[in-house]
């Protein structure tokens, strides 16, 4: 089933490239983390290693994070406005893209261009109830399912992804695999966290009282059962388009996003490295926009849900990677002039 993109003439003439500004956050990477993706590992391995990484790539990805390719327009619906379902940053190609209607589940032959999360709308908004206090879990599975009913409240779409390697309880999708995990590192990591969300330049009056209440889910949900696939069954049961992902993970970046309507083109990273190299990708923007569609009558809430949004996604990175990732934030040129 073919999906065929349209552009409205007004949102052609929006979704023109800006002028962008790349800031390093982090050149060597925010330095905490115990996950198993490594980019100084695999420099450091013997040249006849597959998972080998030489300048000649790293050069080109360098290049190409610092050139407006980077990024490319979200793609639209057939009236012109951005797809509102999202998925996750995950750097990986993709294998298939399905969703299930009616019990019948329909594969589709062309990978959108969606603005990309951690995990995904489900675990976005459920980290945003966490640190509003909107929620305190007592099982894993219920930031995630009370993150679906949240957005679905609010009518805001969203999107997952599988990958074609997982075994047993997993779905494939880190962010909500180790969740239980990423909680327990919020509490670990919380010193460096905070400092890292400070850097990017996010208010953080009442960021102590949303640490507190991370602290307490991962206290609650503490060695209790925990599967990725029930979540992902149910995402796929509503009906959401599923992106199954393919191969290793290779990602030597993480790129943090603040310019609307555009997302970074993982594909063109993967393509231009001949397939060594990937990018993790956080649309802020995306983060913002939920945050503000969850609570749009509450400004204090909104940052509330920003704030627990971004500590999710750096424990994430904290517990996937060893924290030697460069990162990057893209910003309009405008918005940051002197």
């Known amino acids: 089933m073919q999906v065929e993109t349209y552009y409205s003439n007004e949102h052609e003439k929006e979704q023109k490239m800006p002028e962008l500004r790349l800031e390093v956050i982090a050149e060597n990477g925010t330095g905490y983390g115990e996950g198993g993706i490594s980019l100084n590992e695999r420099i450091g391995l013997d040249r006849s290693d597959p ?14 994070i610092y050139s407006q390719e980077i990024l490319v327009p979200v793609d639209c619906n057939a009236d012109g406005s951005l797809l509102d379902d999202d998925g996750c940053g995950d750097g990986r190609g993709v294998k298939s893209i399905s969703s299930k209607i009616n019990g019948l589940v329909l594969q589709k032959n062309r990978s959108l261009n969606r603005s990309k999360i951690f995990g995904g709308g ?3 908004a459920g980290g945003a109830l966490i640190a509003t206090g909107d929620i305190s879990p007592e099982l894993t599975d219920d930031i995630f399912n009370e993150g679906i009913n949240a957005l679905q409240h609010n009518m805001i779409d969203f999107g ?16 909500i695999d180790n969740a239980p995990s990423i909680l327990q590192n919020i509490v670990k990591y919380q010193n460096n966290i905070s400092e890292n969300i400070e850097a990017l330049g996010i208010p953080t009056n009442g960021l102590e009282t949303v640490l507190d209440n991370f602290e307490i889910a991962a206290a609650q949900t503490l060695d209790k059962p925990f599967a990725g696939k029930n979540v992902m069954n149910n995402i796929i049961d509503l009906g959401k388009f599923v992106k199954d992902l393919t191969g290793n993970h290779r990602e030597a970046a993480v790129i943090l996003n603040t310019v609307n309507g555009f997302t970074v083109d993982q594909e063109k990273v993967r393509t231009l490295t001949n397939e060594t190299l990937q990018v993790f990708a956080v649309d802020v923007w995306r983060l913002k926009d939920i945050s503000e569609r969850l609570y749009p009558d509450d400004e204090q809430k909104q940052l509330t849900a920003l704030q627990g949004m971004l500590v999710y996604t750096l424990s994430t990175a904290a517990t996937l990677t060893k924290g030697d990732l460069p990162v990057y934030r893209l910003n309009k040129e405008a918005l940051v002039a002197a």
């Open 51 to 64: 998972e080998y990484v030489d300048d000649i790539q790293l050069s080109k990805l360098d290049n190409l």
């Open 160 to 175: 997952a992804h599988t990958a074609d390697h997982v075994t047993g309880d997993g779905c494939g999708c880190g962010a």
């Open 122 to 124: 489900p675990a976005m």
